[in-house]
């Protein structure tokens, strides 16, 4: 059975304390180490406190003259003093005689030689040694006990160890309370996402406080969730939408093939008029229906299956809708003047969006009648001279399924401007329709963008 992963609190935690007890040791460690440099360094100031000299040569020799056996006592400075012959002969005050190495043979031979070195007694006790020349194949060694200074640093090392060993407790305690605090707000986080996943809630907001990453970890999953409602709600409005819009047709639809198989089925042939008109009647209805599925692909499709273009070339779309919509604009004449415009959004999009503002301006366009494109500064504007709009439905010209007055006897679903919307929407710019000055209707597009491509400047 797999072990699982600590949490991140835990990892945290164990992380902290880790870090503080490394620190500490280091601290303690560095604090051992100039204490133990420190005590030997004076030790090793002491040994020569007061200087050797001849008197000091002349004290020892009377001393060992005096008390051959050693039996008196060392002064309280000095444990142990004793001349040192370049023969190893020694003669030594005190108690404990020093153990004589060879090289204070060689600082008896040399001038003006000195020594400093770690020594044995004869008792087994360790001294620390200065051994010095103080005359032709003379050296005085002087001593003193490192049992002293080796028990202040047993009692230092054991005091930094139980203050680490405290040290390293606070840490954890420390890490737990940061670890605790800092994460308190991931907590909040991962609550609100186990919510949401439980209950599909995607109106659940988590607080906000500061400024910091998980602020802004905050901030933007409260967008995605808002963003993911509004989708959501789009999504059910567009369903409830759709089915409406359909009912009718289909329910037409329905009837008609209803009379047709009754009549079939009972012999009773229709008047050859009457079959005409349900037969075409039934043809327009499955057009009507085609339509319909069609708009709602594609309306379902403009935000998606395709990147957005850096430095697009607008004008260039709208050259492209434009031909497209000379094709079928049969005695009306579009009329088109572009400057050069480039915006970021995706090309497919925009150029269905301008198909169906073209479109709808010949649909209610006069016969030989004209329509006017203009794209000047980022706005493109597509005129035409119908009938206009009614100022009361100008509000809701971009709804979904929703058709003018004058419209409902035309062929069409009421999804052509709202495609044009999200569209351009998608692009981070707006859409507008109004009545124009002297009859029919102005449709606006603004994009944001430049007159210019990143490459290079281009004369508008």
Do not use: Y
Not at 15 to 32: E, G, S
Not at 136 to 154: E, M
Not at 181 to 199: D, S
Not at 322 to 343: N, S
């Amino acid at each position: 059975m797999r072990r699982g992963r600590r949490s991140m609190r835990s990892r945290l935690t164990v992380l902290v304390a880790t870090v503080v007890a490394v620190a500490i040791a280091v601290c303690a460690a560095a604090c051992w180490f100039l204490v133990r440099n420190e005590l030997s360094r004076q030790l090793d100031t002491s040994l020569d406190q007061p200087p050797l000299g001849g008197r000091t040569v002349e004290m020892i020799q009377r001393n060992c003259s005096e008390h051959p056996s050693g039996t008196e006592e060392p002064g309280p400075f000095l444990r142990l003093q004793q001349i040192v012959l370049a023969d190893g002969t020694r003669c030594a005050q005190g108690w404990d005689a020093v153990k004589v190495e060879p090289a204070d043979q060689r600082m008896a031979r040399l001038p003006g030689a000195r020594m400093l070195r770690d020594g044995v007694t004869d008792s087994g006790d360790t001294v620390r040694v200065l051994t010095a020349n103080v005359g032709p194949g003379v050296a005085v060694s002087v001593s003193r006990s490192l049992a002293g200074t080796d028990a202040t640093l047993r009692g230092l090392a054991l005091l930094l160890a139980g203050v680490a060993a405290l040290g390293v407790l606070g840490a954890a305690t420390a890490g737990r309370f940061v670890s605790r605090t800092a994460l308190r707000p991931v907590t909040r986080l991962t609550g609100a996402v186990e919510h949401i996943a439980r209950t599909e809630d995607l109106l659940t907001r988590i607080p906000v406080d500061g400024e910091d990453e998980i602020a802004r970890l905050s901030t933007s999953f409260n967008a995605m969730t808002a963003a993911l409602a509004n989708s959501r709600e789009r999504q059910r409005q567009l369903i409830a939408d759709a089915g409406h819009e359909l009912r009718t047709p289909l329910t037409s639809l329905r009837t008609n093939i209803d009379l047709l198989l009754h009549s079939e089925n009972t012999g009773r042939q229709l008047d050859p008029r009457a079959r005409r008109r349900l037969l075409a009647s039934v043809k327009a209805q499955m057009a009507e229906l085609s339509a319909l599925v069609g708009d709602l692909l594609e309306l379902s499709r403009v935000s998606g299956g395709e990147e957005p273009t850096a430095d697009l070339p607008f004008h260039e779309v709208v050259e492209a809708a434009v031909a497209r919509a000379r094709l079928r604009a049969h005695d009306v004449r579009i009329d088109a003047e572009l400057g050069e415009w480039f915006v970021h959004g995706r090309e497919g999009a925009l150029e269905r969006a301008v198909v169906n503002l073209l479109d709808n301006a010949v649909k209610f366009s006069p016969a030989a009648g004209t329509v006017t494109v203009r794209l000047e500064g980022g706005e493109l504007t597509v005129r035409d001279h119908g009938p206009g709009i009614p100022e009361d439905e100008l509000p809701h010209v971009f709804d979904r399924f929703w058709r003018s007055s004058t419209a409902r006897s035309m062929p069409g679903s009421g999804l052509g401007l709202a495609i044009v919307a999200q569209a351009v929407r998608d692009a981070g710019g707006e859409a507008a329709l109004s009545n124009a000055p002297g009859g029919g209707a102005r449709a606006s597009l603004r994009l944001p963008g430049r007159a210019h491509s990143q490459t290079g400047l281009i004369n508008a």
